[in-house]
């Protein structure tokens, strides 16, 4: 490269930096983002927001005793109850009575909050005086012999997929050999299973127990 070239070079160079300089110079950007897009101002204060207060939920808890005192439709109604009702309550009022039996000193469970439906108790787990969860159980026979109760149990565990066991669970044990079946963790699943496994194995009689409590 001659000298001549490099001169040129470094000449072209100095007017490219002196241009620049000069272009922000004397344009001014920010003039004309101003007039483009003017500053807002606020006029007034912004809004006071007043606190909002929250009423605590309200709990609700019904008992299927009391349903025929609170519904509606038992206070306007003026027929005579049909046979069917009276059996419907009678059976109410029975499983309620058992349920309370199988309870026994277990304590009520808490309210629901903001429940605006009825709360059904007996679709309600429940504790122990303890914490613990109570199951129920469906007793379906008891065996003097061991092998009786465990064909009873083999024929509910392999033909219908029930959760069948015994108890005493060995045949060294004294008896009777109880067949149950379970356990559930509410009083209406355990009345479901006792319908289901009435009409499986064909027996006409089955006992609601609590899970543990083989007397």
Do not use: C
Request: aromatic share 6%; no cysteine.
């Amino acid at each position: 490269m001659t000298p001549e070239l490099k001169q040129r070079l470094v000449g072209a160079a100095v007017l490219l930096f002196l241009a620049g300089l000069l272009w922000v110079l004397l344009f001014d950007f920010e003039a004309s983002e101003r007039e483009i897009s003017p500053p807002t101002v606020i006029a007034s204060p912004m809004p006071t927001i007043e606190a909002v207060v929250v009423e605590p939920a309200t709990p609700f808890y019904n008992d299927r005793s009391d349903d025929s005192v609170s519904s509606p439709s038992a206070k306007v109604s003026k027929v005579s109850p049909s046979v069917a009702a009276i059996d419907e309550l009678s059976n109410e009022k029975s499983s309620s009575a058992e349920l309370s039996d199988l309870l026994g000193n277990a304590p009520d469970p808490k309210p629901i909050a903001n429940k605006t439906r009825y709360v059904d108790q007996q679709d309600r787990p429940r504790l122990d005086a303890q914490g613990v969860p109570i199951a129920f159980v469906v007793q379906l026979g008891s065996f003097s012999r061991f092998d009786n109760a465990d064909k009873l149990r083999n024929q509910l565990v392999n033909d219908h997929q029930f959760k069948a066991y015994l108890e005493p669970k060995v045949e060294m044990a004294k008896g009777p050999y109880k067949v149950l079946v379970g356990p559930v963790l509410t009083y209406a699943e355990v009345e479901i299973l006792a319908a289901e496994l009435k009409k499986t194995a064909q027996v006409k009689e089955v006992i609601i127990k609590r899970f543990g409590d083989m007397q």
